[in-house]
Protein backbone atom coordinates (compact mmCIF):
# COMPACT_ATOMS: atom_id res chain seq x y z
CA UNK A 1 0.00 0.00 0.00
CA UNK A 2 0.93 3.47 -0.92
CA UNK A 3 1.90 6.09 2.40
CA UNK A 4 -1.34 8.38 2.02
CA UNK A 5 -3.52 6.33 0.02
CA UNK A 6 -6.82 5.74 1.32
CA UNK A 7 -6.21 1.75 1.25
CA UNK A 8 -3.20 2.64 3.94
CA UNK A 9 -6.08 3.49 6.89
CA UNK A 10 -8.34 1.39 8.19
CA UNK A 11 -12.11 2.86 7.45
CA UNK A 12 -14.00 4.40 11.05
CA UNK A 13 -17.17 2.79 11.75
CA UNK A 14 -20.22 4.35 10.52
CA UNK A 15 -21.17 4.29 14.39
CA UNK A 16 -18.10 6.02 15.57
CA UNK A 17 -18.70 8.64 12.50
CA UNK A 18 -21.90 9.62 13.49
CA UNK A 19 -21.40 9.33 17.25
CA UNK A 20 -18.21 12.28 16.82
CA UNK A 21 -19.74 14.21 14.32
CA UNK A 22 -22.94 14.51 16.30
CA UNK A 23 -20.45 15.88 18.89
CA UNK A 24 -17.33 17.00 17.93
CA UNK A 25 -18.74 20.44 17.65
CA UNK A 26 -20.65 21.10 20.71
CA UNK A 27 -18.89 23.64 23.01
CA UNK A 28 -17.75 20.92 25.85
CA UNK A 29 -15.67 19.35 23.44
CA UNK A 30 -13.69 22.35 23.63
CA UNK A 31 -11.90 24.33 20.55
CA UNK A 32 -8.41 24.80 22.62
CA UNK A 33 -5.27 23.11 20.90
CA UNK A 34 -4.77 19.38 22.87
CA UNK A 35 -6.84 20.45 25.41
CA UNK A 36 -9.13 17.07 24.62
CA UNK A 37 -8.36 13.37 23.63
CA UNK A 38 -7.46 13.23 19.73
CA UNK A 39 -10.60 11.28 18.96
CA UNK A 40 -12.60 14.22 19.45
CA UNK A 41 -11.28 16.05 16.38
CA UNK A 42 -12.61 13.16 13.99
CA UNK A 43 -9.60 11.37 14.34
CA UNK A 44 -10.09 7.60 14.60
CA UNK A 45 -10.01 5.48 17.84
CA UNK A 46 -9.44 1.49 18.13
CA UNK A 47 -11.10 1.83 21.80
CA UNK A 48 -13.70 4.70 22.36
CA UNK A 49 -17.45 3.14 21.40
CA UNK A 50 -20.59 5.40 20.67
CA UNK A 51 -21.49 4.37 25.13
CA UNK A 52 -17.96 6.17 25.69
CA UNK A 53 -19.07 9.49 24.15
CA UNK A 54 -22.81 9.17 25.81
CA UNK A 55 -20.86 8.78 29.50
CA UNK A 56 -18.92 11.34 28.50
CA UNK A 57 -20.94 13.73 28.21
CA UNK A 58 -22.97 12.93 31.51
CA UNK A 59 -19.55 13.08 33.29
CA UNK A 60 -19.22 16.67 31.73
CA UNK A 61 -22.59 17.75 32.51
CA UNK A 62 -22.47 16.62 35.52
CA UNK A 63 -19.05 18.15 36.14
CA UNK A 64 -20.01 21.80 34.36
CA UNK A 65 -23.20 21.58 36.98
CA UNK A 66 -22.08 20.58 40.22
CA UNK A 67 -18.33 20.98 40.33
CA UNK A 68 -16.76 23.57 38.49
CA UNK A 69 -18.68 26.64 39.49
CA UNK A 70 -17.51 25.46 42.88
CA UNK A 71 -14.08 24.36 42.83
CA UNK A 72 -12.29 27.58 43.97
CA UNK A 73 -14.89 28.19 46.69
CA UNK A 74 -14.05 24.46 48.44
CA UNK A 75 -9.96 25.09 47.78
CA UNK A 76 -10.14 27.83 49.64
CA UNK A 77 -12.28 26.24 52.80
CA UNK A 78 -9.98 23.23 52.30
CA UNK A 79 -13.45 21.21 52.19
CA UNK A 80 -15.42 19.52 50.03
CA UNK A 81 -19.83 19.15 51.02
CA UNK A 82 -20.30 15.54 51.65
CA UNK A 83 -23.28 16.55 48.90
CA UNK A 84 -21.20 16.05 45.85
CA UNK A 85 -20.70 12.67 46.82
CA UNK A 86 -24.31 11.95 47.02
CA UNK A 87 -24.89 13.70 43.74
CA UNK A 88 -21.93 11.29 42.09
CA UNK A 89 -23.41 8.26 43.27
CA UNK A 90 -26.72 9.16 42.40
CA UNK A 91 -25.45 9.74 38.43
CA UNK A 92 -23.60 6.29 38.82
CA UNK A 93 -20.35 8.30 38.44
CA UNK A 94 -18.49 6.89 41.49
CA UNK A 95 -18.98 3.29 40.32
CA UNK A 96 -17.81 4.03 36.44
CA UNK A 97 -15.13 5.64 37.92
CA UNK A 98 -13.72 3.18 39.87
CA UNK A 99 -14.15 -0.01 37.40
CA UNK A 100 -10.69 -1.17 38.88
CA UNK A 101 -12.53 -2.63 42.00
CA UNK A 102 -13.37 -5.72 39.77
CA UNK A 103 -16.85 -7.37 38.68
CA UNK A 104 -19.95 -7.54 40.24
CA UNK A 105 -20.80 -3.93 40.15
CA UNK A 106 -23.90 -2.78 41.65
CA UNK A 107 -26.10 -2.16 38.88
CA UNK A 108 -28.16 0.20 40.02
CA UNK A 109 -25.44 2.60 40.78
CA UNK A 110 -23.99 2.20 37.25
CA UNK A 111 -24.55 4.98 34.30
CA UNK A 112 -25.23 2.28 31.43
CA UNK A 113 -25.63 -1.36 31.17
CA UNK A 114 -22.92 -3.11 32.93
CA UNK A 115 -22.00 -4.95 29.80
CA UNK A 116 -21.16 -1.39 28.44
CA UNK A 117 -19.04 -0.39 31.19
CA UNK A 118 -15.30 -0.77 30.77
CA UNK A 119 -11.60 0.71 31.68
CA UNK A 120 -11.95 3.11 28.85
CA UNK A 121 -15.28 4.62 30.20
CA UNK A 122 -13.66 4.70 33.74
CA UNK A 123 -10.91 6.41 32.15
CA UNK A 124 -12.84 9.16 30.29
CA UNK A 125 -14.85 9.95 34.16
CA UNK A 126 -11.77 10.48 35.48
CA UNK A 127 -10.43 13.17 33.24
CA UNK A 128 -13.99 14.61 33.13
CA UNK A 129 -13.01 15.45 37.12
CA UNK A 130 -9.45 16.46 36.35
CA UNK A 131 -9.91 18.85 33.76
CA UNK A 132 -10.97 21.72 36.23
CA UNK A 133 -7.44 21.25 37.44
CA UNK A 134 -8.26 20.44 40.94
CA UNK A 135 -6.24 17.62 42.91
CA UNK A 136 -7.51 17.96 46.03
CA UNK A 137 -11.24 16.55 44.80
CA UNK A 138 -9.62 13.59 42.73
CA UNK A 139 -7.55 12.72 46.16
CA UNK A 140 -10.85 12.70 48.65
CA UNK A 141 -13.59 11.46 45.50
CA UNK A 142 -11.71 8.65 43.91
CA UNK A 143 -7.75 8.16 44.93
CA UNK A 144 -9.34 7.20 48.57
CA UNK A 145 -12.40 4.91 47.18
CA UNK A 146 -10.10 2.80 45.13
CA UNK A 147 -7.90 2.05 48.15
CA UNK A 148 -10.36 1.71 50.39
CA UNK A 149 -13.02 -0.02 48.64
CA UNK A 150 -10.96 -2.37 46.69
CA UNK A 151 -9.49 -4.86 49.38
CA UNK A 152 -13.29 -5.00 50.76
CA UNK A 153 -14.35 -6.31 47.31
CA UNK A 154 -11.42 -8.38 47.05
CA UNK A 155 -11.02 -9.93 50.31
CA UNK A 156 -13.63 -9.38 52.44
CA UNK A 157 -16.85 -11.19 53.90
CA UNK A 158 -20.08 -11.19 51.71
CA UNK A 159 -21.59 -9.45 54.96
CA UNK A 160 -19.05 -6.95 54.80
CA UNK A 161 -19.48 -6.08 51.08
CA UNK A 162 -22.89 -5.81 51.98
CA UNK A 163 -22.53 -3.10 54.21
CA UNK A 164 -19.82 -1.03 52.56
CA UNK A 165 -19.74 -1.48 48.27
CA UNK A 166 -23.39 0.03 47.94
CA UNK A 167 -23.40 2.92 50.37
CA UNK A 168 -20.04 3.52 49.37
CA UNK A 169 -20.56 3.89 45.69
CA UNK A 170 -23.77 5.70 46.06
CA UNK A 171 -21.90 8.42 47.79
CA UNK A 172 -24.07 7.82 51.24
CA UNK A 173 -20.57 6.56 53.04
CA UNK A 174 -17.46 7.62 52.21
CA UNK A 175 -14.67 4.68 52.82
CA UNK A 176 -10.54 5.22 52.68
CA UNK A 177 -7.53 3.71 53.86
CA UNK A 178 -4.87 4.08 56.31
CA UNK A 179 -1.36 2.70 56.16
CA UNK A 180 1.38 5.20 56.58
CA UNK A 181 2.63 5.97 60.19
CA UNK A 182 4.13 9.34 61.43
CA UNK A 183 7.83 7.09 62.57
CA UNK A 184 7.54 4.62 59.48
CA UNK A 185 5.92 6.16 56.43
CA UNK A 186 4.74 3.17 54.41
CA UNK A 187 7.59 0.82 55.97
CA UNK A 188 4.46 -1.92 56.54
CA UNK A 189 7.21 -4.52 58.42
CA UNK A 190 7.26 -1.58 61.35
CA UNK A 191 3.32 -0.61 61.58
CA UNK A 192 3.03 0.28 65.04
CA UNK A 193 -0.59 0.51 65.53
CA UNK A 194 -1.75 -2.88 67.50
CA UNK A 195 -5.19 -4.82 67.21
CA UNK A 196 -4.92 -6.91 70.37
CA UNK A 197 -7.77 -9.33 70.53
CA UNK A 198 -10.27 -9.63 73.27
CA UNK A 199 -12.83 -12.10 72.84
CA UNK A 200 -14.72 -11.18 69.54
CA UNK A 201 -13.17 -8.20 69.52
CA UNK A 202 -10.21 -6.23 68.84
CA UNK A 203 -8.78 -3.28 70.77
CA UNK A 204 -6.56 -1.40 68.64
CA UNK A 205 -4.42 1.74 69.61
CA UNK A 206 -1.71 3.78 66.78
CA UNK A 207 -1.59 6.49 64.93
CA UNK A 208 -1.81 6.74 60.94
CA UNK A 209 -0.73 9.36 58.61
CA UNK A 210 -1.25 11.29 55.77
CA UNK A 211 -5.02 9.55 55.36
CA UNK A 212 -6.63 10.56 52.29
CA UNK A 213 -10.12 11.75 52.59
CA UNK A 214 -10.17 10.98 56.35
CA UNK A 215 -11.32 13.83 57.04
CA UNK A 216 -14.52 12.70 55.49
CA UNK A 217 -14.54 8.89 56.07
CA UNK A 218 -17.16 7.22 57.77
CA UNK A 219 -14.88 3.72 57.70
CA UNK A 220 -11.08 3.41 57.56
CA UNK A 221 -9.44 0.58 56.15
CA UNK A 222 -6.72 0.26 58.59
CA UNK A 223 -3.53 -1.45 58.65
CA UNK A 224 -3.27 -2.94 62.00
CA UNK A 225 -0.77 -5.43 63.60
CA UNK A 226 -2.47 -7.65 65.20
CA UNK A 227 0.83 -10.44 66.44
CA UNK A 228 2.74 -7.49 67.78
CA UNK A 229 5.33 -10.27 69.65
CA UNK A 230 6.31 -11.61 66.91
CA UNK A 231 9.88 -11.29 66.00
CA UNK A 232 11.06 -8.10 63.72
CA UNK A 233 11.99 -10.13 60.81
CA UNK A 234 8.50 -11.99 60.84
CA UNK A 235 6.39 -8.63 61.68
CA UNK A 236 4.54 -8.93 58.05
CA UNK A 237 2.71 -12.32 59.03
CA UNK A 238 1.14 -10.44 61.90
CA UNK A 239 -0.43 -7.61 59.39
CA UNK A 240 -3.93 -7.38 59.51
CA UNK A 241 -6.80 -5.03 57.94
CA UNK A 242 -9.54 -4.04 59.77
CA UNK A 243 -12.42 -1.87 58.63
CA UNK A 244 -12.59 1.04 61.55
CA UNK A 245 -16.16 3.23 61.56
CA UNK A 246 -14.98 6.92 62.69
CA UNK A 247 -17.70 7.40 65.21
CA UNK A 248 -16.35 5.14 67.51
CA UNK A 249 -15.28 5.95 70.69
CA UNK A 250 -11.69 6.32 70.97
CA UNK A 251 -11.38 7.80 67.16
CA UNK A 252 -10.04 11.21 67.21
CA UNK A 253 -9.16 12.69 63.62
CA UNK A 254 -7.31 16.02 62.66
CA UNK A 255 -7.32 17.51 59.08
CA UNK A 256 -3.65 18.33 57.80
CA UNK A 257 -2.78 21.42 55.68
CA UNK A 258 -0.60 20.41 52.95
CA UNK A 259 1.41 22.26 50.47
CA UNK A 260 -1.09 21.14 47.38
CA UNK A 261 -4.55 19.28 47.20
CA UNK A 262 -6.31 21.25 49.50
CA UNK A 263 -9.78 19.56 50.18
CA UNK A 264 -7.99 16.45 49.79
CA UNK A 265 -9.33 15.31 53.35
CA UNK A 266 -5.58 14.27 54.14
CA UNK A 267 -5.83 13.86 58.14
CA UNK A 268 -3.72 12.48 60.83
CA UNK A 269 -6.23 9.71 62.74
CA UNK A 270 -5.99 8.63 66.35
CA UNK A 271 -7.25 5.27 67.53
CA UNK A 272 -7.18 5.18 71.45
CA UNK A 273 -8.42 1.64 72.66
CA UNK A 274 -10.69 1.51 69.91
CA UNK A 275 -13.08 -1.61 70.37
CA UNK A 276 -14.06 -3.05 67.07
CA UNK A 277 -15.67 -6.11 66.43
CA UNK A 278 -13.88 -9.03 64.71
CA UNK A 279 -16.13 -9.45 61.91
CA UNK A 280 -14.79 -6.21 60.60
CA UNK A 281 -10.96 -7.56 59.67
CA UNK A 282 -10.73 -8.15 55.89
CA UNK A 283 -9.36 -11.60 55.25
CA UNK A 284 -7.55 -13.80 57.63
CA UNK A 285 -5.74 -11.99 60.43
CA UNK A 286 -2.30 -12.02 59.08
CA UNK A 287 -3.19 -11.18 55.29
CA UNK A 288 -2.87 -7.88 55.38
CA UNK A 289 0.06 -7.47 53.41
CA UNK A 290 -0.82 -9.98 50.59
CA UNK A 291 -4.15 -8.03 50.50
CA UNK A 292 -1.70 -4.31 50.38
CA UNK A 293 0.01 -6.26 47.16
CA UNK A 294 -2.37 -7.51 46.04
CA UNK A 295 -2.05 -7.70 42.45
CA UNK A 296 -5.00 -5.70 40.65
CA UNK A 297 -5.04 -3.44 43.63
CA UNK A 298 -1.68 -1.99 42.59
CA UNK A 299 -1.85 -2.13 39.09
CA UNK A 300 -5.19 -0.60 39.15
CA UNK A 301 -3.91 1.78 41.82
CA UNK A 302 -1.38 3.11 39.74
CA UNK A 303 -3.48 2.83 36.29
CA UNK A 304 -5.95 5.27 38.26
CA UNK A 305 -3.43 7.46 39.61
CA UNK A 306 -1.93 8.04 36.18
CA UNK A 307 -5.31 8.62 34.45
CA UNK A 308 -6.01 11.75 37.13
CA UNK A 309 -2.19 12.99 36.12
CA UNK A 310 -2.88 12.93 32.34
CA UNK A 311 -6.19 14.79 32.96
CA UNK A 312 -4.38 17.55 35.21
CA UNK A 313 -1.48 18.04 32.29
CA UNK A 314 -4.03 18.19 29.45
CA UNK A 315 -5.61 21.11 31.59
CA UNK A 316 -2.62 22.57 31.93
CA UNK A 317 -1.76 22.07 28.64
CA UNK A 318 -5.50 23.77 27.32
CA UNK A 319 -4.49 26.78 29.60
CA UNK A 320 -1.24 27.19 28.19
CA UNK A 321 -2.34 27.22 24.66
CA UNK A 322 -5.84 29.46 25.38
CA UNK A 323 -3.48 32.28 27.05
CA UNK A 324 -0.71 32.26 24.39
CA UNK A 325 -3.13 32.83 21.84
CA UNK A 326 -4.80 35.54 23.90
CA UNK A 327 -1.89 37.15 25.45
CA UNK A 328 -0.83 39.87 23.24
CA UNK A 329 2.85 42.00 23.92
CA UNK A 330 3.73 44.81 21.64
CA UNK A 331 0.38 43.96 19.55
CA UNK A 332 1.34 40.15 18.80
CA UNK A 333 0.05 36.96 20.75
CA UNK A 334 2.89 35.62 22.55
CA UNK A 335 1.88 32.48 20.63
CA UNK A 336 3.68 33.93 17.57
CA UNK A 337 6.91 33.63 19.90
CA UNK A 338 9.37 30.62 19.12
CA UNK A 339 10.09 30.03 22.30
CA UNK A 340 6.97 29.99 23.45
CA UNK A 341 5.75 27.84 20.45
CA UNK A 342 8.39 25.10 21.42
CA UNK A 343 7.02 24.87 25.26
CA UNK A 344 4.04 24.57 23.94
CA UNK A 345 4.55 21.80 21.23
CA UNK A 346 6.68 19.80 24.08
CA UNK A 347 3.77 19.64 26.43
CA UNK A 348 1.45 18.63 23.76
CA UNK A 349 3.97 15.87 22.96
CA UNK A 350 4.12 14.82 26.60
CA UNK A 351 0.38 14.80 26.90
CA UNK A 352 0.06 12.95 23.36
CA UNK A 353 2.20 10.22 24.14
CA UNK A 354 1.06 9.49 27.61
CA UNK A 355 -1.81 9.11 26.46
CA UNK A 356 -0.60 6.64 23.68
CA UNK A 357 0.61 4.37 26.26
CA UNK A 358 -2.56 5.36 28.83
CA UNK A 359 -4.19 3.32 26.20
CA UNK A 360 -2.47 0.84 25.26
CA UNK A 361 -1.92 -0.19 29.46
CA UNK A 362 -6.01 0.30 29.27
CA UNK A 363 -6.54 -2.16 26.94
CA UNK A 364 -4.22 -4.62 28.32
CA UNK A 365 -6.54 -4.68 31.58
CA UNK A 366 -9.39 -5.93 29.61
CA UNK A 367 -7.25 -9.30 29.35
CA UNK A 368 -4.43 -9.32 32.51
CA UNK A 369 -6.28 -7.44 35.19
CA UNK A 370 -6.84 -10.11 37.87
CA UNK A 371 -4.14 -12.78 39.91
CA UNK A 372 -0.97 -13.61 38.48
CA UNK A 373 -1.23 -12.74 35.39
CA UNK A 374 -2.10 -8.94 35.97
CA UNK A 375 1.55 -9.29 38.16
CA UNK A 376 4.14 -10.91 35.13
CA UNK A 377 2.18 -8.58 32.60
CA UNK A 378 1.16 -5.36 33.43
CA UNK A 379 2.62 -4.11 37.36
CA UNK A 380 6.12 -3.20 36.01
CA UNK A 381 4.30 -1.18 33.11
CA UNK A 382 2.06 0.71 35.29
CA UNK A 383 4.49 1.47 37.28
CA UNK A 384 6.30 2.82 34.45
CA UNK A 385 3.37 4.78 33.36
CA UNK A 386 2.54 6.09 36.25
CA UNK A 387 5.78 7.39 37.14
CA UNK A 388 6.27 8.73 33.08
CA UNK A 389 2.41 10.51 33.84
CA UNK A 390 3.28 12.25 37.32
CA UNK A 391 6.98 13.83 35.63
CA UNK A 392 4.74 14.63 32.57
CA UNK A 393 2.20 16.76 35.21
CA UNK A 394 5.49 18.19 36.96
CA UNK A 395 6.36 19.38 33.33
CA UNK A 396 3.33 20.58 32.22
CA UNK A 397 2.54 22.39 35.36
CA UNK A 398 5.94 23.94 35.22
CA UNK A 399 6.09 24.62 31.75
CA UNK A 400 2.32 26.34 32.11
CA UNK A 401 3.77 28.92 34.74
CA UNK A 402 6.41 29.63 32.94
CA UNK A 403 3.79 30.56 29.55
CA UNK A 404 2.03 32.48 31.99
CA UNK A 405 4.77 34.13 33.88
CA UNK A 406 3.23 35.78 37.26
CA UNK A 407 -0.18 34.97 36.33
CA UNK A 408 0.66 31.33 36.76
CA UNK A 409 2.11 31.54 40.25
CA UNK A 410 -0.85 34.01 41.19
CA UNK A 411 -3.88 32.09 43.43
CA UNK A 412 -7.39 33.30 41.99
CA UNK A 413 -7.83 34.85 38.41
CA UNK A 414 -6.84 34.26 34.55
CA UNK A 415 -3.92 32.08 36.59
CA UNK A 416 -5.48 30.14 39.20
CA UNK A 417 -6.15 26.57 37.37
CA UNK A 418 -2.31 26.73 36.37
CA UNK A 419 -1.50 28.02 39.91
CA UNK A 420 -3.54 24.82 41.19
CA UNK A 421 -2.15 22.43 38.94
CA UNK A 422 1.80 23.84 39.62
CA UNK A 423 1.07 23.07 43.22
CA UNK A 424 -0.91 19.89 43.20
CA UNK A 425 1.28 18.10 40.54
CA UNK A 426 4.04 17.36 43.35
CA UNK A 427 1.42 15.19 45.74
CA UNK A 428 0.33 12.60 43.04
CA UNK A 429 4.35 11.91 42.32
CA UNK A 430 4.10 10.14 45.81
CA UNK A 431 1.38 7.67 46.42
CA UNK A 432 1.92 4.45 45.12
CA UNK A 433 5.56 4.79 45.29
CA UNK A 434 7.98 7.68 44.30
CA UNK A 435 9.22 8.06 41.07
CA UNK A 436 12.57 6.25 41.99
CA UNK A 437 10.62 3.52 43.16
CA UNK A 438 8.42 2.48 40.90
CA UNK A 439 11.26 2.83 38.26
CA UNK A 440 12.95 0.21 40.36
CA UNK A 441 9.75 -2.04 40.38
CA UNK A 442 9.42 -1.74 36.68
CA UNK A 443 13.32 -3.20 35.92
CA UNK A 444 12.55 -5.94 39.05
CA UNK A 445 9.69 -6.93 37.01
CA UNK A 446 11.23 -6.77 33.81
CA UNK A 447 14.39 -8.80 34.81
CA UNK A 448 11.76 -11.39 36.42
CA UNK A 449 9.08 -11.78 34.28
CA UNK A 450 10.44 -10.96 30.26
CA UNK A 451 14.23 -11.68 30.74
CA UNK A 452 14.69 -14.38 28.44
CA UNK A 453 18.20 -14.10 28.63
CA UNK A 454 18.33 -15.48 32.09
CA UNK A 455 20.85 -12.42 33.04
Known amino acids: QVFGSKAAAPAMSDELRDALNLRVNRPQFGAEPYGEPYWTRQLD ?98 VSLHMGLVPVLSFGTPALRKQLVEP ?44 SAGAYADYIVTMVQTSPDLPFDQMQRGLSFVVIPTNLPGVSIRKLKLGGCSGGGQALVT ?60 GDAIAKDSAIREKLAHMAAEVEFLEAQLETITHQFSHFFWGARASKRLLGRCALTKMKATKVLEFCGMQAVHVLGAKGVTRGGRGRIVERIFRDGPCFAIPGGTQEVLAGLCVRQALLYENRAKM
Open 271 to 330: FEDVRVPVTNRISKEGMGFRCINYNSDHCGYLWLVAQVALGLARAATRESFTYADQRKVF
Open 45 to 142: SPYVKPWHLELRDKARKFVDEHVEPFVDDWEAEGDIPRDVWRKAGEAGLLAAACVTVGRPWPGDQLPCPEEDLDHFGAALVLQEFARVGYGGLMYAMF
Open 168 to 211: CLRGDKIICAAIAEPQVGIDVARVGTVARREGDDYIISGTKMWV
